[in-house]
C-alpha cells in the first residue's frame, strides 16, 4: 500500500527526538548510578538497533524507494523494543506499560486500522505472555529501578490491569484507523480537488497555450505585414526612383524637343521674312506689269476705235467682224490688267481709291451687258435682264462697280454652256440694292463655295486654261463690293445645276 | 477757227492715235514728246487744251502742271491727265495737282472725245 511520505518523515523525526531522549535519559540514570551498567549496555544495543532501522527508514525515504515492509518492520521492532524494556524493568508493574499505544497509534496513524488492531492485539498478547510466564516462574521477573515488588504476584489487581490495557490499546488502534481513514478521505477529497483544479489547470495550459498560438500567429502575421510593409515601400521607392528618372529623362527629351522647336521656329520666321519678301517684290512686280502693259493697250484701243467708227474708211462687215473680236479681247486684258493692279494694291495694302458719285446700278448692269451680248448670241445663250424699274441711285464708283458685275456676268458666260441662259436681275432688299447673277452653268460643289473667293483659287485647273481665267475676279468683286459696304456670295445647288452670285449694296442717303 | 489741243505724251504711238482720234472730231492736234517740250510748246502756242502724261522723260507731268499753272498767261489752260498713274495715290492726293480731269489709260476712246469737248465748252 502507498505510505504517506510526509507521516513517515514525521515519524522518522519523532523517532530522532525520542531515541535522543532516551539515550539522554539512560545517560542520566548511568551519571545518577541509579541502575547498574549491565542492562543499560543492552539498552543502548537496543537503541542502536532501532537507530539503525529508522536511518534506513530515512535513508529510503530520502530516496523515495521505501520497500513495503520497512515501516511494519520499523514499527515491529519498535514495539519489541518496548515490550523488551518493559520487561527488563518491572515488566507488567510498570507504570510505562501503556508505552505501546503509541507505536499502536502510529501504526493506524502511518498504515491502517488493520495493521493498528494487529499490534494492539500483539502487544496486548505479549503484555498478557509476559504475566503468565512470569507468574509460572517461566521467565524472570525483574523489578523496575530495584524498586521492591508491588503486585505482580497478584491476579485480582493484574487482572484489571490487563482490561484496562486491553481497552487501552484497542481504543488507542480504532482511533488512530478512524483519524486515519479520516486523513486519507481528506487527502482524497484534496487529491481530487487539487486533480480537478490540475483538469483547470490544464484547460487553463490549453487555453494558455492556444493564447500564446493567437498571439504566435498574431506576431507572424504582424512580421507578414512589416516584411510586405518594407517589400511594397522599397518597390515603391524603386517606382520613385524609376519614375524620378523618366522625369529627368522626359524633361531631357522635352527641352530638346523644345529647342528644336525653338530652331525651326527661327528658321521659320526667316523663311517666312524672306518669303514676305519675295511676296513683297512678287507685288510690285505685278503693279509695275500692270502699269508697262497699259501703256501699249492704250494705242490698240484707241485705232480699234477709229477703225471700227469708220473714222479711217470704209471697213467690209467680215473686216469689222474681226475687229470687233480683237476690241472685245482687248477689253478682256484691260479687265484683266485691272484685276492684276487692284490685287497688287490689296497686297501691299495700299487702299484702293473709290470715286464715289451718285450712279445707277441699272445704267451699270446695262453697259455691261451691252458689251457681252453680241458674244452671248454667238454663243447661243440667252442673256436677260430683270431690274426693278424704279432702283434708287446709291453712292458708288462706277469703274469699280462695273467691274464687278462685268467680271460676274463674264464668269457666268465663261461656265455656261452654249444654248444656256443667264439672268441678272437687280432690286431693293431692305435698306439694299440685290444685284443676283444667275446662269445654268456647271454650278460649284458646296465645299468650294466658300474658297472660290480666295486669291487664285481655281475649283479645277482645267477650267483655266479653258476660259482663260487667272483666279482673280471674285476676289475682286470681293474686295470691291467691300469697298462700298455690302457683301458678295454664291449659292449653287451642286455641280451641273447653275449658280448663283449675290451682292448687296447698301442704300445711303445722300448727306448734305 | 478749230480748238487747238496740246498732247504731252512720250510714247509716240498713244500721241499719235490720240491725235487721230481728236482730229477725226475736228480738232487741231500739237504733239510734245517730253515735258520739257511740253511746257516750252505750252507757253509758245498757248493751246485752249492740255492732254498730260505723268511719267515722262527729262520733266514729268507734275513739273509740266506746276509751270503751266503757275504762268498767269496759261494758267487757266485746262490739263486733262492722261496716265496709267493716273488713279495712284501719289496723284490723288497731292495738292498741287488740281487737275481738271483724269483719264487712266487705256482709256475708251469716246470716254476720251466727250471729256476733251466738256472742258473745251463744245
Known sequence: ?512 | MAKRVLIIEDHRETAEMISSILQSEGLETLTAENGQIGVEKTFAEKPDLILLDIMMPIMSGFEVYQKVKSNPETKDIPIIIVSVKVSDRSIKENPDIGAEAYLPKPFDPVELVKTVKKHLGI
Open chain 1, 1 to 512: 500500500m502507498q505510505v504517506d511520505l510526509q507521516k513517515l518523515k514525521f515519524y522518522i523525526y519523532t523517532k530522532w527526538v525520542v531515541l535522543t531522549l532516551a539515550c539522554a535519559i539512560i545517560i542520566l540514570e548511568l551519571i545518577m548510578r541509579m541502575v547498574d551498567l549491565a542492562p543499560l549496555l543492552s539498552s543502548f544495543l537496543a537503541l542502536g538497533g532501532l537507530a539503525i532501522i529508522n536511518y534506513w527508514l530515512n535513508r529510503s525515504v530520502k530516496r523515495k524507494r521505501i520497500p513495503f515492509f520497512l515501516p511494519y518492520l520499523a514499527l515491529s521492532i519498535d514495539l519489541l523494543f518496548v515490550i523488551v524494556a518493559l520487561y527488563f524493568n518491572g515488566g507488567i508493574e510498570n507504570t510505562w506499560l501503556f508505552f505501546p499505544v503509541l507505536i499502536i497509534f502510529v501504526s493506524g496513524y502511518l498504515l491502517d486500522l488493520q495493521t493498528s488492531l494487529i499490534f494492539a492485539l500483539s502487544s496486548f498478547f505479549a503484555v498478557v505472555a509476559m504475566f503468565l510466564l512470569e507468574n509460572t516462574g517461566a521467565i524472570p521477573h525483574f523489578n523496575a529501578y530495584g524498586i521492591p515488588t508491588l503486585y505482580w504476584k497478584y491476579p485480582a489487581y493484574i487482572k484489571d490491569y490487563l482490561i484496562g490495557m486491553f481497552f487501552l490499546y484497542f481504543a488507542a488502534a480504532v482511533l488512530s484507523g478512524y483519524l486515519n481513514r479520516r486523513m486519507q478521505e481528506s487527502s482524497l477529497q484534496l487529491e481530487k480537488a487539487l486533480k480537478d483544479s490540475n483538469i483547470s489547470r490544464n484547460e487553463l495550459e490549453t487555453s494558455r497555450k492556444a493564447m500564446l498560438n493567437v498571439m504566435d500567429d498574431l506576431e507572424n502575421a504582424r512580421e507578414q505585414l512589416d516584411q510586405r510593409v518594407k517589400e511594397r515601400t522599397a518597390q515603391l521607392e524603386e517606382a520613385k526612383a524609376t519614375l524620378e528618372g523618366k522625369v529627368v529623362e522626359r524633361t531631357a527629351d522635352l527641352e530638346a524637343s523644345r529647342k528644336a522647336i525653338m530652331h525651326m521656329m527661327k528658321d521659320l520666321k526667316e523663311d517666312v521674312a524672306k518669303l514676305q519678301v519675295v511676296d513683297r517684290m512678287k507685288t510690285e512686280f505685278l503693279s509695275l506689269v500692270s502699269h508697262e502693259l497699259r501703256t501699249p493697250l492704250t494705242p490698240i484701243k484707241g485705232y480699234l476705235y477709229l477703225i471700227l467708227t469708220g473714222k479711217m474708211g470704209e471697213i467690209n462687215p467680215e473686216q469689222k467682224n474681226a475687229l470687233e473680236i480683237v476690241r472685245r479681247q482687248s477689253e478682256h486684258l484691260h479687265s484683266m490688267i485691272d484685276n492684276i493692279l487692284d490685287i497688287s494694291r490689296f497686297e501691299l495694302g495700299k487702299p484702293i481709291p473709290v470715286n464715289l458719285e451718285p450712279i445707277s446700278i441699272k445704267q451699270i448692269i446695262e453697259e455691261t451687258a451691252e458689251a457681252v451680248v453680241i458674244q452671248a448670241k454667238q454663243r447661243g445663250i440667252d442673256l436677260v435682264l430683270d431690274i426693278q424699274s424704279d432702283l434708287p441711285t446709291i453712292l458708288g464708283d462706277s469703274v469699280k462697280l462695273k467691274r464687278v458685275v462685268t467680271n460676274l456676268v463674264g464668269n457666268a458666260l465663261k461656265f455656261t454652256p452654249e444654248g444656256g441662259a443667264i439672268k441678272v436681275k437687280s432690286f431693293v432688299y431692305g435698306t439694299n440694292i440685290q444685284v443676283e447673277v444667275v446662269d445654268t452653268g456647271i454650278g460649284i460643289d458646296k465645299d468650294n463655295l466658300g474658297k472660290i473667293f480666295e486669291k487664285f483659287y481655281q475649283v479645277d485647273s482645267s477650267t483655266t486654261r479653258a476660259t482663260g481665267g487667272i483666279g482673280m475676279g471674285l476676289t475682286i468683286c470681293k474686295e470691291l463690293v467691300a469697298l462700298h459696304g455690302g457683301k458678295i456670295w454664291a449659292e449653287s445647288e451642286g455641280i451641273s445645276r447653275g449658280s448663283k452670285f449675290i451682292f448687296l449694296l447698301p442704300i445711303k442717303k445722300e448727306e448734305n
